[in-house]
């Protein structure tokens, strides 16, 4: 089992910047990638980015290309979502994922966080 609890969600205006964190805890030498999603009501669940626990390798949907930076910080077990030049349209509920093996499912989730991005 693997337990992640996100944080730094919150209201900010278009243009700012906000940080979401993700700390993982329990079999986390299982995690292969850790990732970004975020929904809104009556949506499904979208991919926002991965990264590698072991190489720190990105991937981004085309949308936060050059706005989202994802991170990690081993020694912490912890994720980073650093978002700036944000829009209304980020406003969703985040949530941070795990999965084992690359192309896999993701099998683990944290509670999520809201972020809400007001024009």
């Known amino acids: 089992q693997v337990q992640l609890v996100e944080s730094g969600g919150g209201l900010v205006q278009a243009g700012g910047s906000l940080r979401l964190s993700c700390a993982a805890s329990?079999?986390?030498?299982?995690?292969?990638?850790m990732g970004w999603f975020r929904q809104t009501p009556g949506k499904e669940r979208a991919f926002v980015a991965r990264?590698?626990?072991?190489?720190?390798?990105?991937y981004y949907v085309d949308s936060v290309k050059g706005r989202f930076t994802i991170s990690r910080n081993n020694a912490k077990n912890t994720v980073y979502l650093q978002m700036n030049s944000l829009k209304p349209e980020d406003t969703a509920v985040y949530y941070c994922a795990t999965r084992a093996r690359p192309g896999g499912a993701w099998d683990y989730w944290g509670q999520g966080t809201q972020v809400t991005v007001s024009s």
């Open positions: 990264i590698s626990w072991s190489d720190g390798s990105t």
């Open positions: 329990g079999r986390t030498f299982m995690t292969y990638h």
